[in-house]
């Protein structure tokens, strides 16, 4: 069921909860948590590597994941850990796990697990994921926690990779025990996760992720409950219900007592927390399904909500749902940022949720309360049939949207005035208008096609969050100005729900969106003060842009590409790798200004989020990245040795 092999003694015991992880300050010579604190700042204090030397950065080693799973080319989100001078990372569609040497690359040991072909192949995110946990309890007992595709969790021996006994069964505990069902709905194939766990204390918290909501077959799902496990034995601790229990607070929110079949409103992104506070920090997602929600009327708590629960008990402290009764897939798709600021004067302890319509919501992390005003106004309301409508959604008044928000006009494609015309042709099928713009039927009466969204569905921001300077208060979020178009057809024969997704699309030549860019953007923002320093594209206009519309290249200007920015920050630079969609190249940028210190060639597109950490006096920065056509690789940069 499982392999595994040993390579040597590990170096220095830790202590259960060191000072790097209790505060919101980064990471410094390791990396020892998916965002290299519990906050998720990706921030490091090194600083061996800086604006003079930059330049000189170079391969030291590639790792490659050829090997791992029947399908080798599968792209590779992983952020790897570094701890007691050893690395660590998933790899391949079973989610292998690997201990590496940092020096040089070389497998130390390696642990996967046999699920089973129909519990591997049913579920909703076979993919490598995004990495794992680390637990010890201060005296030798040093764990690695992955989640499994198939919804297994297992505890591995830091040292050895062997599983650990006392834990769930021989090592591996099946999530799917103890986990809440809906009649008629199996938990093989509909619940899966594709994030680590988060290790708090002695409790690990684990969240869930589905298969995508655009066209389910059923509006009755798996709810994404939210449970704390013991991190020696994996008994369960507690259970948070994100779609609460008739009589549970929040229930009253689901109208018709839509709440005893809805599902989703998992936590399928990294979940952050406070050790100081006990406090750990959920980011749901939306109900099902993601653009008709007419089987669940009302606001629907806790769903597209940012929720605070006591970390040893899963007792609600606080909510703030970001968006009510979500009918555009902008579910919470990123970390939540921990970080301390000084607001007017006054120190705060704040919690920053980057989502996918634009918005950055900051509230304090103790109370929930809005670090800035944060107003309910008056949103469009729709004409599909059995639709439930919010008649106002929140906005932040600080920060400022991060990227673009409702389509107009003015958001078109306008190189040349005939460009602009086709793209006003291409839009005039749909319908259009501000933020929050309803999806609407395919065969409309009024003769339209569907709904234009900017953002995207998929955002705006996505599950490559963002990075925070731990010192400066400063956030850099990656997104993507792409549309949406969201109709609806009936559900028919492939689904029990009234309306699910059609389609559309509007290109106006492969590649070439009717928006303007540019398309890929990384932003600054001050949250000491709520504004933002700087914005620049990210990565620069691909060359089949001009060719594809057939324009002189010096018309285009910089669009940046879509895609976003894989971001780490550290004490002098921040580092942007340009995304699945960009060229194989990381950027290294004056994190002050946006201006460019230097560009370094990788053997691939960024994939991951990258970490460093200092090893025998060398600092190193480890990316995943994704070669063309071949298999999904770990590369590690240093300066010349």
Same mark, same amino acid.
Request: aromatic letters at 8%; hydrophobic letters at 35%; glycine letters at 12%.
């Given at each position: 069921?499982?392999?595994?092999?040993?390579?040597?003694?590990?170096?220095?015991?830790?202590?259960?909860?060191?000072?790097?992880?209790?505060?919101?300050?980064?990471?410094?010579?390791?990396?020892?948590?998916?965002?290299?604190?519990?906050?998720?700042?990706?921030?490091?204090?090194?600083?061996?590597?800086?604006?003079?030397?930059?330049?000189?950065?170079?391969?030291?080693?590639?790792?490659?994941?050829?090997?791992?799973?029947?399908?080798?080319?599968?792209?590779?989100?992983?952020?790897?850990?570094?701890?007691?001078?050893?690395?660590?990372?998933?790899?391949?569609?079973?989610?292998?796990?690997?201990?590496?040497?940092?020096?040089?690359?070389?497998?130390?040991?390696?642990?996967?697990?046999?699920?089973?072909?129909?519990?591997?192949?049913?579920?909703?995110?076979?993919?490598?994921?995004?990495?794992?946990?680390?637990?010890?309890?201060?005296?030798?007992?040093?764990?690695?926690?992955?989640? /499994?595709?198939?919804?297994?969790?297992?505890?591995?021996?830091?040292?050895?990779?062997?599983?650990?006994?006392?834990?769930?069964?021989?090592?591996?505990?099946?999530?799917?025990?103890?986990?809440? /069902?809906?009649?008629?709905?199996?938990?093989?194939?509909?619940?899966?996760?594709?994030?680590?766990?988060?290790?708090?204390?002695?409790?690990?918290?684990?969240?869930?992720?589905?298969?995508?909501?655009?066209?389910?077959?059923?509006? /009755?799902?798996?709810?994404?409950?939210?449970?704390?496990?013991?991190?020696?034995?994996?008994?369960?601790?507690?259970?948070?219900?994100?779609?609460?229990?008739?009589?549970?607070?929040?229930?009253?929110?689901?109208?018709?007592?839509?709440?005893?079949?809805?599902?989703?409103?998992?936590?399928?992104?990294?979940?952050?927390?406070?050790?100081?506070?006990?406090?750990?920090?959920?980011?749901?997602?939306?109900?099902?399904?993601?653009?008709?929600?007419?089987?669940?009327?009302?606001?629907?708590?806790?769903?597209?909500?940012?929720?605070?629960?006591?970390?040893?008990?899963?007792?609600?402290?606080?909510?703030?749902?970001?968006?009510?009764?979500?009918?555009?897939?902008?579910?919470?798709?990123?970390?939540?940022?921990?970080?301390?600021?000084?607001?007017?004067?006054?120190?705060?302890?704040?919690?920053?949720?980057?989502?996918?319509?634009?918005?950055?919501?900051?509230?304090?992390?103790?109370?929930?309360?809005?670090?800035?005003?944060?107003?309910?106004?008056?949103?469009?309301?729709?004409?599909?049939?059995?639709?439930?409508?919010?008649?106002?959604?929140?906005?932040?008044?600080?920060?400022?949207?991060?990227?673009?928000?409702?389509?107009?006009?003015?958001?078109?494609?306008?190189?040349?005035?005939?460009?602009?015309?086709?793209?006003?042709?291409?839009?005039?099928?749909?319908?259009?208008?501000?933020?929050?713009?309803?999806?609407?039927?395919?065969?409309?009466?009024?003769?339209?096609?569907?709904?234009?969204?900017?953002?995207?569905?998929?955002?705006?921001?996505?599950?490559?969050?963002?990075?925070?300077?731990?010192?400066?208060?400063?956030?850099?979020?990656?997104?993507?100005?792409?549309?949406?178009?969201?109709?609806?057809?009936?559900?028919?024969?492939?689904?029990?729900?009234?309306?699910?997704?059609?389609?559309?699309?509007?290109?106006?030549?492969?590649?070439?969106?009717?928006?303007?860019?540019?398309?890929?953007?990384?932003?600054?923002?001050?949250?000491?003060?709520?504004?933002?320093?700087?914005?620049?594209?990210?990565?620069?206009?691909?060359?089949?842009?001009?060719?594809?519309?057939?324009?002189?290249?010096?018309?285009?200007?910089?669009?940046?590409?879509?895609?976003?920015?894989?971001?780490?920050?550290?004490?002098?630079?921040?580092?942007?790798?340009?995304?699945?969609?960009?060229?194989?190249?990381?950027?290294?940028?004056?994190?002050?200004?946006?201006?460019?210190?230097?560009?370094?060639?990788?053997?691939?597109?960024?994939?991951?989020?990258?970490?460093?950490?200092?090893?025998?006096? /060398?600092?190193?920065?480890?990316?995943?990245?994704?070669?063309?056509?071949?298999?999904?690789?770990?590369?590690?940069?240093?300066?010349?040795?």
């Amino acid at each position: 069921m499982v392999r595994s092999s040993s390579f040597r003694l590990a170096a220095l015991l830790l202590i259960a909860l060191p000072a790097a992880t209790t505060a919101q300050q980064g990471a410094s010579g390791e990396w020892r948590i998916y965002g290299g604190d519990p906050g998720h700042t990706f921030y490091s204090s090194l600083d061996q590597i800086n604006a003079q030397n930059a330049q000189t950065l170079e391969v030291a080693w590639r790792w490659s994941a050829r090997n791992f799973g029947t399908n080798p080319l599968a792209e590779s989100q992983t952020t790897p850990l570094y701890i007691n001078g050893t690395l660590y990372a998933t790899a391949g569609i079973r989610r292998s796990v690997v201990a590496i040497d940092p020096s040089t690359g070389e497998t130390l040991w390696m642990w996967r697990m046999d699920e089973g072909q129909e519990r591997l192949a049913d579920a909703p995110r076979v993919n490598p994921g995004r990495g794992l946990a680390y637990w010890s309890d201060g005296r030798g007992d040093d764990r690695i926690y992955v989640i /499994t595709p198939g919804y297994h969790m297992a505890a591995l021996d830091a040292e050895t990779g062997v599983p650990v006994p006392g834990f769930g069964t021989n090592g591996v505990l099946d999530l799917n025990d103890n986990h809440r /069902t809906r009649d008629g709905i199996s938990l093989i194939g509909t619940i899966g996760a594709s994030s680590p766990p988060a290790v708090i204390g002695d409790v690990v918290v684990v969240g869930s992720a589905h298969h995508v909501g655009m066209r389910p077959p059923s509006m /009755t799902n798996t709810p994404g409950d939210v449970r704390g496990f013991d991190a020696r034995t994996g008994r369960v601790v507690w259970t948070f219900h994100t779609i609460p229990e008739p009589g549970e607070f929040g229930s009253d929110t689901w109208l018709e007592d839509s709440n005893a079949y809805s599902g989703n409103a998992a936590v399928w992104a990294q979940i952050a927390w406070d050790a100081d506070l006990g406090i750990v920090y959920l980011p749901t997602e939306a109900a099902t399904g993601d653009y008709y929600g007419g089987h669940r009327p009302g606001t629907n708590l806790f769903s597209t909500s940012l929720v605070a629960l006591d970390a040893s008990t899963g007792e609600r402290k606080w909510h703030y749902q970001t968006i009510h009764h979500d009918i555009w897939d902008w579910d919470h798709p990123t970390h939540p940022i921990l970080a301390n600021v000084t607001v007017a004067g006054r120190p705060r302890q704040i919690v920053a949720q980057i989502t996918k319509q634009g918005f950055v919501f900051v509230l304090d992390r103790v109370t929930g309360e809005p670090i800035w005003p944060i107003e309910e106004r008056p949103v469009p309301q729709g004409d599909v049939p059995g639709e439930w409508y919010s008649p106002t959604q929140p906005f932040p008044t600080k920060p400022a949207p991060f990227d673009r928000q409702g389509f107009s006009e003015a958001d078109l494609i306008d190189f040349t005035p005939e460009i602009k015309e086709r793209a006003r042709e291409i839009a005039s099928a749909y319908r259009w208008g501000p933020l929050y713009s309803p999806p609407s039927l395919q065969a409309a009466a009024d003769g339209t096609r569907g709904t234009i969204t900017l953002p995207a569905s998929t955002g705006g921001a996505n599950w490559e969050g963002g990075a925070i300077d731990a010192v400066t208060g400063i956030l850099y979020v990656p997104s993507v100005t792409a549309l949406s178009f969201l109709s609806l057809v009936e559900g028919g024969e492939q689904s029990d729900m009234r309306y699910i997704a059609g389609g559309g699309r509007g290109q106006l030549a492969p590649g070439v969106s009717i928006v303007r860019p540019p398309w890929g953007r990384i932003t600054a923002i001050d949250l000491n003060t709520g504004e933002h320093v700087w914005m620049r594209p990210n990565g620069e206009t691909p060359s089949y842009v001009a060719e594809r519309l057939s324009i002189d290249p010096s018309l285009v200007g910089n669009t940046g590409v879509q895609s976003r920015a894989n971001l780490m920050v550290t004490s002098t630079l921040l580092f942007a790798g340009e995304g699945t969609n960009g060229t194989p190249r990381m950027w290294v940028l004056d994190k002050a200004t946006g201006n460019t210190v230097a560009q370094i060639e990788l053997p691939g597109t960024t994939s991951g989020k990258p970490m460093t950490f200092m090893h025998e006096g /060398t600092q190193y920065v480890v990316v995943s990245v994704s070669p063309d056509g071949e298999a999904a690789e770990l590369v590690a940069l240093t300066l010349p040795q």
